[in-house]
Every structure is written in structure tokens, then in C-alpha cells.
């Protein structure tokens, strides 16, 4: 079997595997390249392959950089069928329906085609099957099972056999324990492992510690009466906050404050959780059982319109918002930052990953002055990074997870990480467990 790279390595964004039997072709992932825009020159590339002689593209879930350029992949004439698990299906068409409209500002702006069309997305859902965790699909000569990655709402590793021998790809992982979702499952007897390096050279902090720390984050903010503003990705961030958030209050811990939910996006993605529950862990299942709505509170107010997000400004601090995007690359949270970024009692809340380039990133990394919507704006605000709520595992984790197939694994390539994470996995595999292992760059094939 031949495995081609052609996204997702080496660097964060563009997932996008082939897999070639020599009698089948099948691909895994199809993102969208991102950073510094939200949609990458790169993306519009032509494929490296020909789109129709891919017989199924499987999706591990549901973030655009793992699908974005399905659409793409569909106009320029795939036929086969594409498999995930039902919600990351529904989560999908969400995610991507909410990219085109992102597209389109930004191809007006460079004056360039937009891409796909919203026919191209729904074209791409009519051949499009979800399939439950562990169902075996047999495309020609391969054997397909999606196990439970924990990583967001429905995300799935993907497990290839061929003549017996067993290829994992991991997608995403999950960074368990979480309010929501299970642990990613343990997988023993991997032959070949593709294994994502989010934060393959990073430790995380301890999530007892993150709970902690977002609690006295909140009594900060209702002291000063500042406003905590929050750009969070709207799959899983969101839903873990409000969950994280409901508890706190539920104990007692925080007092009641006036929370928003400023994205439509997300609020769409809180629905889907809602409808499958079943996917939720055990805690969160008796949570729900109990009658406990943890994504619903007094004090949580969902501001679908753009009149209800302008209303936001009339309350008076202190207050919560919650706003994507979670990078601070567009998004409703650009308002709030740029009202709220030069007032000292104010709060930035960084809760995920912000990659470089990013306007996240650069106030992460402790810019004075940032530009927002052409305007320069003085960060004066507070601004707090909380790494705990990363829904990618640490170094730890990652090894911790390859470990369980350590006896029977040939090969490891790293992919989906920053070469200075990639490189330190390849690094800590090759010594820790004696194992070959590589992270391939764009454009490279391996025999395995
Ligand atoms: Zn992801």
C-alpha cells in the first residue's frame, strides 16, 4: 500500500490523505488550508490526483481544516461516497455551509472566484452516508471501521486493513478526561500508525488546575466589573465551556452573570450535541438523566441576530461573551475585542489552539497594539491563556496512546503538527519505543 501526503503534514491544516492499495484508491480527510487567511491560496490548488479515481473519502470529523475543500473535491468530479459518523456529518454540513459565507468575503475582498458553490456542498451531502463507530465498510480490496477519537462531537480514528495488516489513522485525539466526550479508544495492534502532533512537543496544564483557574478568571472579571471575552471554536470549546460554566454554577462556585452566546454557528453546533447524547460520556449521560440541561443556565442568553449581538454592548459589565472565531481570525468576537481589548479591567479568555499568524496567537503572544478591521487598537485588557482546554492530548498523551500498539508497529508517520512538534514526536518514537518514524512533508508518497 502507498500512502501520499497531501496536507496535514508537517503543518496543521489541509488534512488530506490517499491511500492506494494499487487496486483501490481511498482518501482520508479533504481541509482547507488555512492561516494566514482563513482559506490558503493553497487550497485552490489544483488536487495531485484525480479526484475520479477516488472510490470514498472518510471524514474523521467535522473541523473545516479536515473538510474544507470536499466541495472542491466533489465539483472537480468525485463520485465515490463519503463516509463518517452521523453527527459529524451534521456538524459538517453546518461547519461548511458557515465557511462558504467566510469564502465569499474573502474572495470578494482579493478579487478572486469563490471556490465552490453552496450546490457543490450540497451535492457533496447527498453522497454522503454516516456510519456508526466500529461497522465494517469493505471498499475493494480494503476494510474500513471508524473507532471513537474523543477529539470533538463524532470524531473518529480510522482504521485501514489490508491482507491483515492494520493502518491507524488517528485524526484528531482528544485530550481526556473531558466534560463530554470518552477517552479516545485504546488501539493495540497497529502495523502502521499515522498519529496527529497538535502538541507534540507541549505539556499541558492539569485540568483541575484549568477549572480552577477559569473560576477565578470569572470573580476577577465580575470584581473589576470587566468583560470577559472568549473566542472559542464553536465544536466541542463551547459546548465544553457551557458545560464547564453550568457546573460552576449549579456547585455554587460563581455567582450568576449575564452570559452570551454570540455565535450562530455555535448555537447551530449545540443543537447537534443535543440530538446525540448517546455520543456523551457516562458523567454527562447521568448529568442529563438527572434532568440537568448542561448547555441551557439563568444568565446564558444565545444571540442568534446581529441586532441581538449589538444589544450585548447595552448590558453593562460585568459580563461573559462567548464569540467565535476561535482564533480571533473573523467572527463576532472581533467586535468584542476591538470595544473591549484597550479596557484594563477587561479579559481575554484564550482557550485553544492559536496557530501562528493568527491574531489569536499575536495576543498571545503579548502584542501591545493589534489591528482590527483596519483599526488600531490598544490591548490594554488582561490576557490569560487556559492550555488545559486543548482537545488535542499533549507529548504525554501521544506517546502514552502510540505505546499501546508498541509491540506490533513497523512504522509511524507524524502528520497534522508544526514541524517543531512533528519533528519532536518523530524524535521521542524513534527513542523511546526504537520504532522507525518520519513526519513526510506535502507532495511525499511512502511504501508501507
Ligand atoms: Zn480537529
Redesign the pocket.
Known amino acids: 500500500m502507498k500512502i501520499s501526503f497531501y496536507g496535514g503534514s508537517q503543518e496543521v491544516t489541509g488534512s488530506c490523505f490517499l491511500f492506494d492499495s494499487g487496486k483501490t484508491k481511498i482518501l482520508i480527510d479533504c481541509g482547507l488550508f488555512q492561516c494566514p487567511r482563513f482559506c490558503d491560496l493553497r487550497s485552490r490548488d489544483p488536487f495531485p490526483f484525480n479526484p475520479k479515481d477516488i472510490k470514498a473519502l472518510f471524514v474523521t470529523?467535522a473541523?473545516i481544516?479536515?473538510t474544507g475543500r470536499i466541495p472542491k473535491l466533489v465539483k472537480e468530479g468525485f463520485s465515490g461516497k463519503i463516509y463518517s459518523t452521523p453527527p459529524t456529518k451534521e456538524l459538517a454540513f453546518l461547519m461548511l455551509k458557515d465557511s462558504l459565507g467566510v469564502l465569499e468575503k474573502e474572495a470578494r475582498h482579493h478579487k478572486e472566484d469563490l471556490m465552490f458553490s453552496e450546490e457543490d456542498i450540497d451535492s457533496a451531502f447527498k453522497i454522503w452516508e454516516g456510519v456508526e463507530y466500529h461497522k465494517i465498510i469493505e471498499i475493494g480490496d480494503l476494510k474500513i471501521r471508524l473507532f471513537d477519537s474523543g477529539?470533538?462531537l463524532g470524531?473518529s480514528m480510522i482504521e485501514i486493513v489490508l491482507e491483515g495488516r492494520k493502518v491507524l489513522f488517528t485524526g484528531?485525539l482528544g485530550n481526556p478526561p473531558t466534560p463530554l466526550l470518552n477517552n479516545p479508544e485504546e488501539i493495540r495492534d497497529a502495523v502502521v500508525m499515522l498519529v496527529e502532533s497538535t502538541y507534540g512537543n507541549r505539556i499541558h496544564n492539569d485540568k483541575k488546575e484549568r477549572k480552577l483557574r477559569l473560576e477565578r478568571i470569572i470573580e476577577n472579571t465580575m470584581q473589576g466589573k470587566g468583560v470577559l471575552m472568549i473566542p472559542a471554536f464553536s465544536l466541542e470549546r463551547t459546548q465544553e465551556l457551557l458545560a464547564e460554566i453550568d457546573d460552576l454554577l449549579e456547585s455554587g462556585r460563581i455567582p450568576r452573570i449575564p452570559i452570551f452566546l454570540d455565535s450562530p454557528l455555535a448555537i447551530k453546533a449545540t443543537a447537534v450535541y443535543k440530538k446525540y447524547e448517546n455520543y456523551f460520556n457516562k458523567e454527562a449521560n447521568n448529568k442529563i438523566k438527572s434532568g440537568n440541561d448542561i448547555f441551557r443556565f439563568h444568565g446564558l442568553k444565545l444571540t442568534m441576530t446581529t441586532e441581538e449581538s449589538k444589544a450585548i454592548n447595552e448590558i453593562r459589565p460585568p459580563k461573559i461573551v462567548i464569540a467565535g472565531s476561535g482564533m480571533s481570525n473573523g467572527g463576532r468576537i472581533l467586535h468584542h475585542e476591538k470595544r473591549y481589548l484597550p479596557d484594563p479591567n477587561s479579559t481575554l479568555l484564550l482557550v485553544g489552539y492559536q496557530a501562528a499568524g493568527s491574531l489569536g496567537r499575536m495576543l498571545q503572544d503579548g502584542a501591545e497594539e493589534v489591528t482590527i478591521h483596519g483599526e488600531k487598537i490598544l490591548v490594554r485588557a488582561k490576557v490569560e491563556t487556559l492550555q488545559g482546554y486543548s482537545?488535542h492530548p499533549d507529548r504525554e498523551q501521544l506517546m502514552e496512546f502510540i505505546s499501546k500498539s508498541k509491540d506490533t508497529l513497523e512504522k509511524v508517520f507524524v502528520i497534522t503538527g508544526e514541524p517543531a512538534s512533528a519533528l519532536f514526536l518523530v524524535q521521542r518514537v524513534r527513542d523511546y519505543f526504537g520504532i522507525p518514524a518520519e513526519a513526510p512533508r506535502y507532495g511525499e508518497t511512502k511504501e508501507i
Request: negative net charge; proline residues 0%.
Open positions: 470529523h473541523h481544516d479536515h477529539h470533538v470524531s484528531d482537545s
